[in-house]
């Protein structure tokens, strides 16, 4: 299963006190595939050094870059089915790109791809997330 994860998940499942910690875990035991890209990869390291610290970040980012179940995808076209944000177009190209099971968001404005019929994506909140983990 390969899935696309936005950074706000990673935000909520990086420590280990986290009820979501299980994602993390589940990435680094190679539970599931994550696609990204070069710009998920810098809000990444963004958003990590915000919430957290430039430590922290660059840790995570290293980490990225030597787990074998990472699959870095390139896009080549741009979709634009985001509208109200579009920055989080990245996300979608990349989960069409890389013909991924699901988009993992807390983002409401990813409902929208319940009403687009082409290209399918869905998107599912972590705690779907965390049950389809524990299904595997």
């Given at each position: 299963?390969?899935?696309?994860?936005?950074?706000?998940?990673?935000?909520?499942?990086?420590?280990?006190?986290?009820?979501?910690?299980?994602?993390?875990?589940?990435?680094?035991?190679?539970?599931?595939?994550?696609?990204?890209?070069?710009?998920?990869?810098?809000?990444?390291?963004?958003?990590?050094?915000?919430?957290?610290?430039?430590?922290?970040?660059?840790?995570?980012?290293?980490?990225?870059?030597?787990?074998?179940?990472?699959?870095?995808?390139?896009?080549?076209?741009?979709?634009?089915?985001?509208?109200?944000?579009?920055?989080?177009?990245?996300?979608?190209?990349?989960?069409v790109a890389s013909q991924a099971s699901y988009i993992i968001t807390e983002d409401r404005h990813f409902d929208?791809?319940?009403?687009?019929?082409?290209?399918?994506?869905?998107?599912?909140?972590?705690?779907?997330?965390?049950?389809?983990?524990?299904?595997?």
């Amino acid at each position: 299963m390969t899935v696309v994860i936005d950074c706000n998940i990673f935000v909520m499942c990086l420590t280990s006190g986290s009820p979501y910690h299980f994602i993390f875990q589940s990435l680094v035991n190679s539970k599931f595939k994550l696609a990204i890209t070069a710009d998920i990869l810098l809000e990444y390291e963004e958003v990590l050094q915000q919430k957290y610290s430039v430590a922290t970040a660059k840790t995570f980012i290293t980490l990225l870059s030597e787990l074998p179940n990472i699959d870095f995808i390139h896009t080549y076209f741009h979709w634009q089915l985001m509208n109200v944000d579009p920055d989080d177009n990245k996300y979608c190209d990349c989960a069409v790109a890389s013909q991924a099971s699901y988009i993992i968001t807390e983002d409401r404005h990813f409902d929208v791809l319940q009403h687009i019929p082409f290209p399918s994506l869905t998107a599912i909140r972590i705690d779907g997330f965390m049950d389809v983990l524990r299904a595997l």
